[in-house]
Each structure stands twice: as C-alpha cells, then as structure tokens.
C-alpha cells in the first residue's frame, strides 16, 4: 500500500454530516462524486466517503488539496474506507 505525507490514518471515526458510498467506482468517477456530494453540503460540514478503492489513498487526500477542502483522515475497516473531508469554502 502507497501512502502519500497527506495521509493520516485514525483510530475513531469521526462526526459526519453527510456520507456517500462510493464502493465498486474507481477513477475518475469516485472524485467526480465527491466533487458532487461535497457541493451538497454546507461550509464546515463533514463529509464521510465510503470506497473500496486502494487508489482513493492518493486520489483522495491529494484532491482535498486542490479543491480548497480539508482532509481530515481516513479509517480502514476490513473491506473498505472510510474518508473524512471538511467542506472549507463554497465549490464551483
């Protein structure tokens, strides 16, 4: 497994105001969701993402980037993940 300097694995989950399940999509449809579901919720707000895909432990921290959002960390259970992202500014 390939871990970027983004990434923090934690021990508890965390609040969230919204979840979107995303397990079976793979790139780029899975950041094309999140980019979606992130535009739902409101500035200060936590989304939880739900995937299956090895390559979101990249993708994923390394798009918060981008976008102006905040990577909170992610939990791996037995078979998937799950992310935390903080909304930080209103999407385009």
């Not at 979107?20 to 790139?27: A, E, R, S």
């Amino acid at each position: 497994m390939d871990t970027s300097d983004n990434l923090k694995f934690l021990t508890k989950p965390l609040h969230a105001d919204a979840t979107t399940d995303i397990i079976y999509m793979m790139c780029p449809i899975h950041l094309l969701t999140i980019a979606q579901k992130i535009k739902e919720i409101k500035v200060g707000q936590t989304l939880a993402v739900l995937t299956d895909y090895e390559g979101a432990l990249e993708d994923i921290p390394a798009w918060c980037g981008t976008t102006g959002n905040d990577f909170l960390g992610v939990m791996e259970e037995p078979d998937h993940f799950k992310f935390f992202i903080k909304k930080l500014k209103e999407s385009s």
